[in-house]
């Protein structure tokens, strides 16, 4: 069983920052790929950062400049930097590990519960 918990949700002000992790924990032989997506109410998720294995990366457009994901293939963690938040940035953001190797051959895809981010104008 793999688990990912998010954290570094809260109330940030518009133009200010905040920093989300991600830790994966319980029986896990590898994580490829790990993504941030996010939620907003009444609308659809949406993918917003995603980092492979590698370090290698890919933004939204709506985040470019602005976000920066990272992980830390140690700590099976990874994070989002986000500078510069706008209101239209509330949302519950949530991380999600598509391949999760969980022994010889075999991967489950993991969602974590999600932290919320408001941000106030």
């Known amino acids: 069983q793999v688990q990912l918990v998010e954290s570094g949700g809260g109330l940030v002000q518009a133009g200010g920052s905040l920093r989300l992790s991600c830790a994966a924990s319980?029986?896990?032989?590898?994580?490829?790929?790990m993504v941030w997506y996010r939620q907003a109410p009444g609308k659809q998720r949406e993918l917003v950062a995603a980092?492979?294995?590698?370090?290698?990366?890919n933004y939204a457009d709506f985040v470019k400049g602005r976000f920066t994901i990272s992980r830390d293939n140690a700590k099976n963690t990874v994070y989002l930097q986000m500078n510069s938040l706008k209101p239209d940035g509330t949302a519950v953001y949530l991380c999600n590990a598509p391949r999760a190797g969980v022994g010889p051959y075999s991967y489950v895809e993991v969602w974590g519960q999600g932290t919320l981010v408001t941000v106030s104008s």
């Open positions: 980092i492979t294995r590698g370090g290698s990366t």
């Open positions: 319980g029986s896990i032989f590898s994580i490829d790929a």
